[in-house]
């Protein structure tokens, strides 16, 4: 009688087939960590994009509608907008550079929506006003090309003398706003994310320079505080008497 029911794998192939298996799941998986891996090289790895990434001074920052490279910070003296009272700032000297074809301002809707500070608490704050100077004159505007060079002041207390301070400056986009449908340049202050944030040391206010003393005569062995010599007078030449009419004329005599 002849048995149709499956036929026992000899002994041994049982084992082999198990072994198999076993490694079947392995291979598997050590496939997939080797595509995740290109991946995330190819992304830059599990590193998080950070939103403020850290910069430094001097080095030239893509804003989008402008560029700005920041030179330094320092305490200074600068004429309140009403009254002639001197106030004090904390000063951020910066160049920047108009990439759009539109003259832009430094203040209001302009450069100024993108530079803040970051007070004690935290908070982000825009300056309370930006000056500039282009080609030796003062301007509120920076026009395409022409460099400007700026300074984003914030106000200070009589007493405050920090040691450092920390800015950031804002993205640009061309793009449609919300109320309508026109491309404008927008700046970005979602999120707090910025182009580039820095700490820079703030420079203490130095005092007015002093005149230096100027050079004097000495005057009985001891040096004294007195104005520049002048020049001295130079001899003048003695004109000759003109001999008057009828005055006798002196005559060579004839041997």
């Known amino acids: 009688m002849h048995s149709y029911g499956p036929v026992p794998p000899p002994p041994g192939d049982e084992r082999q087939r198990r072994s198999a298996r076993r490694w ?4 598997s998986v050590l496939g997939a960590v080797a595509v995740l891996a290109a ?3 190819a992304t830059g790895g599990l590193k998080e994009t950070p939103k403020q990434p ?8 893509d804003l989008g509608l402008f560029t700005v490279t ?10 309140a907008r009403f009254g002639s009272a001197q106030e004090r700032f904390l000063i951020m000297r910066m ?11 430094l203040e209001n809707s302009g450069l100024a929506d993108g530079v803040v500070a970051r007070t004690k608490t935290g908070k982000w704050v825009e300056p309370e006003r930006i000056e500039g100077v282009a080609a030796g ?5 920076v026009q395409p090309g022409l460099p400007v060079e700026a ?3 914030w106000k200070m207390g009589p007493a405050d003398s920090p040691e450092k301070l920390t800015v950031g400056l804002r993205e640009w986009k061309y793009e449609q706003g919300f109320t309508d449908s026109d ?4 700046v970005q202050k979602e999120d707090d994310k910025l182009v580039g944030r820095l700490v820079l040391p703030v420079a203490p206010m130095s005092a007015a320079p002093q005149p230096s003393p100027r050079a004097t005569w000495p005057q009985a062995g001891r040096p004294t505080t007195t104005a520049w010599p002048t020049a001295t007078a130079r001899p003048t030449t003695t004109a000759r008497p003109r001999p008057t009419a009828g005055s006798p004329r002196p005559t060579a005599s004839r041997p």
């Open 54 to 61: 850290a910069q430094s001074a001097g080095k030239p920052l």
């Open 24 to 27: 079947v799941i392995p291979l």
């Open 39 to 41: 991946a995330l090289w």
């Open 183 to 186: 491309f404008n340049w927008l």
């Open 137 to 141: 004159a003062e301007t509120n505007v």
């Open 95 to 105: 160049r920047v550079v108009n990439k759009g074809k539109e003259t832009e301002s």
């Open 70 to 79: 920041v030179r330094d910070v320092r305490i200074g003296l600068a004429d």
């Open 151 to 153: 300074s984003a002041m």
